[in-house]
Nanobody, 127 residues
């Protein structure tokens, strides 16, 4: 089993910044990618960003490109999400996810590609 623990959420004004962090523990020998998803009230969970360790590939959801940056350390099984220029529409619970199998580019944005999930951290952006 793998446990994921997120931290760094909070309340920020529009235009501000937050940094989310996620640490994986347990049976992390197979860690092929780590990602962030988010779920706003009344909406489905959606993809935000992913880092695949093989090839150091990163992908972003279009609305966060240029504002969010995902980074991480494969050896330490950690991933972070630097969020700048935050907007009220970024308000959501942010979830960290880990994949224990190789992901192709087309599957990296897909929720079911990930094997383990954190409990989430709330991000609230006020206008």
């Amino acid at each position: 089993q793998v446990q994921l623990v997120e931290s760094g959420g909070g309340l920020v004004q529009a235009g501000g910044s937050l940094r989310l962090s996620c640490a994986a523990s347990g049976r992390t020998s197979s860690n092929y990618a780590m990602a962030w998803f988010r779920q706003a009230p009344g909406k489905d969970r959606e993809f935000v960003a992913v880092i695949r360790w093989s090839g150091a590939i990163t992908l972003y959801e279009d609305s966060v490109k240029g504002r969010f940056t995902i980074s991480g350390d494969n050896a330490k099984n950690t991933v972070s999400l630097q969020m700048n220029s935050l907007k009220p529409e970024d308000t959501a619970i942010y979830y960290c996810a880990l994949a224990q199998r190789t992901l192709f580019i087309y599957s990296m944005r897909v929720e079911r590609s990930y094997d383990y999930w954190g409990q989430g951290t709330q991000v609230t952006v006020s206008s």
